[in-house]
């Protein structure tokens, strides 16, 4: 069937970035000072929220993501330690980067990609499960279509746990991700001086029932000085009441249009995000919400977006300036191994570990 073999196979994989963002993190790297303070308050510390993230912990852990990101470690600082991951929910970026993670910090992990092979097919409790993930290993990730499944966990847990996505609550780690895209692409957001003009990022999605919206925009509260947010919906309560009013108290400058293709060229950013939960299944973004290279984007506008994505963000933009969102997702295994590090206490052992640039 295929006689003449294809241009692809005639040659090595070719290993070069080649992909806007995919640039080696120096700058950001080389914008912050090192302060492990911040860090260490991160230790044995279970990860369920955004509203966890200070500012200085925020800065300090997109400084030593970027730092695994430009160097190679000598020493494996989990080395004997054993990652449970376990989703109930399907998954590609976040479980893999996770395990990503914890493999290149030298650790073990096992891997439950179905509740059904569990002990819950037969009714275990979640709290008894709980109990047997503190027997076997030393961090759990969970993600759980009910919101309050990592929360009932954490009652029983004597290992940290790190939510990867409960419902529509949140997904503070992808919110780290995310915050890592925005300051490797502008690492002046870390230390803008006063006066500097505030940055437009408009958010297509729905807040009120997105998870990685709700946790990006907890963070994004730490840099209100410096940005603007403009959420981007023609359905109406796309911000739940509750959540807009703890926005606004933050001082983030926020405000909501229905209409896309007015405001796009003004935004600096744009983050996309195409999937809601409603009930028991997914709800996607339709109508004039789509991003295609034809798109009246400003030039050097940048693109997020969480993924899995759909029809709203073409792949013809894949191969433009505009495509930050697959570097969103590479950042994301650099960025888990930073707060891997912190919240195993290896942070001092990494700090002062011999490095090696990567080649
Ligand atoms: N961004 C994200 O959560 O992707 P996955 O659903 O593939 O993990």
Request: some cysteine; proline content about 5%; glycine content about 6%.
């Amino acid at each position: 069937m295929f006689n003449d073999l294809p241009d692809v196979l005639k040659q090595p994989v070719d290993s070069s970035d080649g992909v806007a963002g995919m640039e080696r993190p120096r700058k950001l790297l080389d914008s912050i000072a090192e302060d492990v303070t911040p860090l260490l308050s991160l230790a044995r510390h279970h990860i369920v929220s955004a509203r966890q993230f200070t500012r200085e912990q925020i800065i300090q852990l997109v400084r030593l993501a970027a730092a695994y990101e430009t160097s190679r470690l000598y020493i494996k600082p989990l080395s004997g330690k054993i990652l449970i991951t376990a989703f109930y929910e399907p998954s590609t970026r976040t479980r893999l980067s996770f395990e990503s993670a914890w493999h290149r910090l030298g650790g073990d992990v096992m891997s439950i990609t179905d509740a059904n092979t569990t002990g819950i097919a037969k009714g275990e409790s979640l709290q008894d499960v709980a109990e047997m993930f503190s027997n076997y290993g030393d961090v759990v990730v969970l993600r759980d279509s009910e919101d309050e499944s990592v929360y009932k966990m954490t009652e029983r847990l004597r290992i940290p746990i790190v939510n990867a996505g409960n419902g529509i609550d949140e997904h503070p780690t992808q919110a780290l991700a995310d915050m890592y895209a925005l300051l490797k692409w502008k690492p002046e957001l870390c230390c803008t001086p006063e006066g500097a003009e505030r940055i437009r990022i408009g958010i297509i999605g729905a807040p009120s029932r997105m998870r990685t919206l709700r946790s990006f925009l907890l963070c994004l509260t730490h840099f209100s000085e410096q940005i603007e947010v403009i959420v981007i919906n023609p359905d109406k309560d796309v911000l739940a009441a509750d959540q807009a009013a703890e926005l606004q108290r933050s001082g983030l400058q926020i405000s909501v249009v229905s209409a896309l293709q007015s405001v796009l060229p003004t935004l600096d950013v744009v983050y996309i995000n195409s999937i809601a939960w409603v009930g028991e299944s997914y709800e996607r973004l339709t109508g004039d919400i789509k991003l295609g290279s034809e798109s009246r984007l400003k030039p050097d506008a940048i693109i997020l977006h969480p993924l899995a994505r759909g029809v709203e963000l073409d792949t013809s933009l894949d191969i433009t300036a505009h495509n930050w969102y697959f570097a969103q997702a590479r950042g994301a295994v650099f960025i888990r191994m930073a707060l891997l590090t912190c919240i195993t206490q290896r942070v001092s052992r990494v700090t002062d570990a011999p490095i090696a640039p990567v080649r």
